[in-house]
């Protein structure tokens, strides 16, 4: 009974609670209104009448500013640095020096990445067969040209143009011409185009060739240009060229769609075209792609062996770089590696050498006689102390391997060709491969028909252990003397080398063994970090927008930004980026916009942004926002006043639509001309 008595007494009071929750929800403006007054905060009741306006609608939002992704400052796998020119904190423009380079390990990765695009050549013989279509893309630069158009086929356009289009890697214009000057790399000249005179640069001046070279601002590659020195000398005319080009090529197919167009500006590894009927199998195009990657790596190895300096890929500040950084060589590791160098320190160096005379040249390599007695060299630019004596060249072998071939003209390496009757000098590691090969002149070849002695070859040698006490220029037996070694017909094995067979370790290919090569060769070129970049010029905000608004928004659109830290002042922003995945967030998906400013001297990373976005104008009957009232999903308006209290009264349900932010459309419950009330509270105002 008790129970029942203290049930009712609860339910009483949770109708009573009931009760006075309702009377207090009615009587909320008088209470508010009261409570303003109590407490010494004025308000006031506005009226507006509903009217056409031309609405501007505004999208808002806001983040806090983020630098630019850092750019890699990187050379390839085995380049070594011989000095820094920048330290940290640094700031540099795009192609300022970053650090000097080691002629010989660019010359060591040149071989290397020759030998990958060898076996990469080989790797797509083997795959041509059938497959769809393809995707060509290009490096970062600006777009020169484009020859092909959809529907061309391939080879059509590349018998016409030579490539499918040309990318400037670098965004410059360059003009070569025969001038005798001592103009150096630096100097300044003056370019006369087309009637208009412009300042260039002098990138080298080498045997005779004067090279300029200046910004690209969309100038036609063959025009001829006149060069002026600085004193007013005219040094000669020559027609421009892309100063650093690559190239979009293939070999068969349709151009089905072209994504870029000239004078079009491409990020890393854009989409280029797109190509169909290509024939070949989604192996032959990975290997295609790799292909392409290597090429492009050798051709920044050539030009970092052209002028043995790193430099910056773009505008930044440096971070990242290590002064004791392992890539950095050693006053000891110099003499270790300098191979082609005027003076290595012959107790420290690091190579086998042996001596040969080509007898016969193939497609494929060469035939040779070997001297089997190793030679040590201390300066590889005056080889007159080498044996050259071939009486003693008895031993037979064939080479295949791709190891570059140099000659000394007495102040540069030069690439060289091999004939027969060559003198070669061979450098290699003690690994067994052959990094170098050095001609030095011919000789006439010994009689065919003489009979030669076979020559026992000598033992294995490691010529990086100081401590055996062998002598490298004492023959030892062979395993069998009575066999003399016979050459064969020079062919592609593996990946080519010398054969020696039990000749101090030098008894099969050169360079790396097939497999690893495949593995190597798999996983693209390799580099290797040497500094970050982070761009100064312009800065990032990222801004949440609600999937309602996502589609108002375009990519290249104008729109304003203000810095908290940088009150008083409004800056330009371009929508550069916009997220195509949303994420939900109370009950709806947020979309992530990308707004990118130019960076004031003032403006830090982290600070505080809006973001406002004029996102087009409508025309209707408007009334203030602060009019609307919202309740549960229902928008309402005022539309008298309560005689007793002064209170808007009398609400009416309206629709509404497009808003500025400050005023907004309804699209019904309201006519032109009506009248609505609303409270406005002053203590509020600023």
């Not at 609860?10 to 207090?24: D, E, N, V, W, Y």
């Not at 890929?313 to 110099?334: N, V």
């Not at 060769?521 to 100064?536: I, K, N």
Request: proline share 6%; net charge negative; with cysteine.
């Amino acid at each position: 009974m008790k129970k029942a008595k203290n049930k009712n007494l609860r339910r009483t009071l949770g109708f009573l609670a009931l009760a006075a929750l309702t009377a207090g929800l009615a009587a909320m403006p008088l209470l508010t209104r009261q409570a303003a007054e109590s407490e010494a905060y004025p308000v006031s009741i506005l009226s507006a009448q509903a009217e056409r306006r031309e609405l501007t609608r505004v999208l808002s939002g806001g983040g806090t500013l983020q630098a630019e992704e850092a750019v890699s400052v990187t050379v390839p796998q085995g380049v070594r640095l011989t000095e820094l020119l920048v330290k940290n904190g640094d700031t540099v423009e795009a192609g300022d020096p970053i650090a000097r380079v080691d002629r010989v390990t660019v010359m060591q990765a040149v071989a290397d990445i020759q030998e990958e695009l060898a076996s990469l050549q080989k790797q797509l013989e083997s795959e041509r067969t059938a497959s769809d279509s393809e995707t060509l893309t290009a490096p970062a630069g600006l777009v020169k040209a484009v020859y092909a158009q959809a529907g061309d086929s391939v080879e059509t356009v590349m018998l016409r143009c030579g490539c499918l289009a040309e990318i400037s890697l670098d965004s410059k214009m360059a003009v070569k011409v025969e001038a005798d000057t001592t103009l150096r790399a630096g100097d300044k000249v003056i370019v006369t185009l087309n009637g208009e005179e412009l300042e260039a640069a002098v990138e080298s001046n080498l045997e005779g060739v004067l090279t300029v070279t200046f910004p690209d601002e969309g100038y036609t590659t063959g025009d001829t240009a006149a060069l002026t020195g600085p004193g007013g000398e005219a040094l000669g005319t020559g027609t421009l060229e892309i100063h650093s080009p690559w190239r979009a090529v293939a070999t068969s197919g349709t151009v089905s769609q072209v994504y870029v167009k000239e004078g079009q500006t491409l990020r890393s590894k854009g989409s280029l075209l797109r190509l169909t009927d290509m024939g070949y199998s989604a192996q032959y195009r990975m290997l295609s792609s790799l292909h392409q990657e290597y090429a492009e790596q050798l051709a920044a190895l050539f030009r970092l062996y052209q002028d043995l300096t790193l430099t910056a890929p773009a505008a930044g500040l440096i971070t990242g770089l290590d002064p004791d950084s392992p890539l950095l060589l050693a006053a000891s590791q110099g003499a270790q590696v300098t191979l082609l160098a005027n003076a290595p320190d012959g107790s420290d160096a690091q190579y086998v050498n042996f001596v040969g005379q080509v007898t016969e040249v193939g497609t494929d390599g060469y035939i040779m006689r070997l001297n089997p007695q190793f030679l040590s060299v201390t300066d590889y630019t005056d080889l007159s102390g080498v044996p050259r004596d071939t009486a003693a060249m008895t031993y037979e072998a064939i080479y295949t391997g791709g190891a570059p071939v140099y000659q000394w003209d007495g102040s540069n390496w030069n690439s060289a060709s091999i004939s027969a009757g060559d003198l070669l000098l061979f450098a290699g590691d003690s690994g067994g491969s052959i990094v170098w090969v050095i001609r030095m002149g011919s000789a006439q070849l010994p009689d065919p028909e003489e009979p030669v002695d076979p020559v026992d070859p000598p033992d294995p040698v490691d010529p990086a252990d100081p401590s055996d006490p062998s002598d490298p220029s004492d023959p030892s037996a062979p395993s069998d003397p009575s066999e003399p070694t016979e050459p064969t017909e020079p062919s592609h094995s593996g990946s080519g080398g010398v054969s020696l067979p039990s000749f101090g370790g030098y008894g099969g290919s050169s360079g790396s063994a097939g497999s690893s090569t495949q593995q190597q060769t798999q996983t693209g070129p390799a580099t290797v970090e040497v500094a970050s970049l982070v761009p100064q010029a312009s800065l990032t905000i990222p801004v949440t927008i609600d999937e309602r608004d996502i589609h108002s928004l375009t990519l290249g659109q104008t729109v304003q930004v203000r810095v908290e830290a940088l009150s008083g002042r409004e800056f330009t922003g371009t929508v550069t980026e916009i997220g195509r995945i949303g994420a939900s967030s109370g009950g709806s998906s947020k979309f992530t916009v990308t707004v990118e400013l130019r960076r004031e001297e003032d403006m830090l990373p982290g600070m505080s942004a809006s973001v406002t976005a004029a996102l087009g104008t409508e025309t209707g009957v408007a009334i203030p926002v602060a009019a609307l009232v919202q309740t549960g999903s229902r928008c309402v308006v005022y539309t008298s006043l309560d005689e007793k209290t002064g209170d808007p009264a009398s609400p009416v349900e309206v629709t509404p639509g497009f808003s500025d932010g400050e005023y907004v459309l309804i699209r019904s419950g309201l006519s032109e001309g009506d009248t609505v009330y609303y409270p406005y509270y002053e203590a509020l105002e600023g």
